[in-house]
C-alpha cells in the first residue's frame, strides 16, 4: 500500500493525461508482465506513435523504468520502491 501511495504522490505531481493514468492503475492492480508500446496502445485505446510519446513521458518522470533489452522490443515495468524518485 506505501507503494501505491508513493507512486500516486509522483505521478500527482506530474501533468499525466487519462490515458497515462489508465495504464499506471493496470498495472498497479495485478498487471501481468511487462508493459510495451502495442499492449500500451491496446489497452489505451491510441495509435503506437501516441503510446510511444506516453511511455517516454512516463519515463522522463520515473514512473516506468525500460527493461534492459532495447530497440524495437523495448518493455517497461515500474519503478521498485527504491527506485522511486522523490
Known amino acids: 500500500m506505501?507503494?501505491?501511495a508513493s507512486l500516486w504522490e509522483i505521478a500527482?505531481?506530474?501533468?499525466?493525461?487519462q490515458r497515462q493514468r489508465l495504464i499506471l492503475n493496470r498495472m498497479l492492480n495485478g498487471f501481468k508482465g511487462y508493459m510495451?508500446?502495442?499492449?500500451?496502445?491496446?489497452l489505451a485505446k491510441c495509435s503506437t506513435d501516441t503510446a510511444l510519446r506516453?511511455?517516454?513521458?512516463?519515463?522522463?518522470c520515473g514512473l516506468l523504468i525500460p527493461n534492459a533489452a532495447g530497440g524495437r522490443?523495448?518493455?517497461?515495468?515500474?519503478?521498485d520502491i527504491q527506485e522511486i524518485k522523490k
Do not use: E, F, G
Not at 506516453?54 to 522522463?60: A, G, P, Q, W
Not at 522490443?73 to 519503478?79: A, E, I, K
Open 54 to 60: 506516453d511511455i517516454r513521458n512516463l519515463v522522463t
Open 2 to 4: 506505501l507503494y501505491k
Open 12 to 17: 500527482n505531481r506530474q501533468q499525466l493525461n
Open 73 to 79: 522490443s523495448t518493455s517497461y515495468r515500474l519503478p
Open 36 to 42: 510495451n508500446t502495442s499492449k500500451y496502445a491496446k
